[in-house]
């Protein structure tokens, strides 16, 4: 059974598939005042990244305005964005993240 596909009358589907979960990207924002150590200790410390890829992700979000720290499940993505908003406000710096659905 877990490797058959039984299927009825007329290949109506008897076990139904699963959807695929949709995924969502959180993504950093650029601003003026955060210092450049600090967003490379957020993805350090939220995002699970080596020093040399949180560097990359930083320098990427303040060239371009924002990027992509990491793509997980709904709840997953919104504790992310709370605690990076969260720990940010904490040390008064106006860094955000948000969450956009993946393609
Ligand atoms: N632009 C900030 C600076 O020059 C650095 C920075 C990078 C801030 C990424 C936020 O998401 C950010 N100090």
Known sequence: YPF?????EAGVQLVPKLDTPKMYKVILLNDDYTPMDFVVLVLRRFFAK????ATQ????????GAGIAGVFSLEIAEMKVMQVNQFAQLNQYPLKSTLEEEA
């Open 4 to 8: 058959s596909s039984p299927e009825g």
């Open 57 to 64: 992700i930083m320098l990427d979000v303040h060239k371009k």
């Open 50 to 53: 080596t020093e040399e890829q």
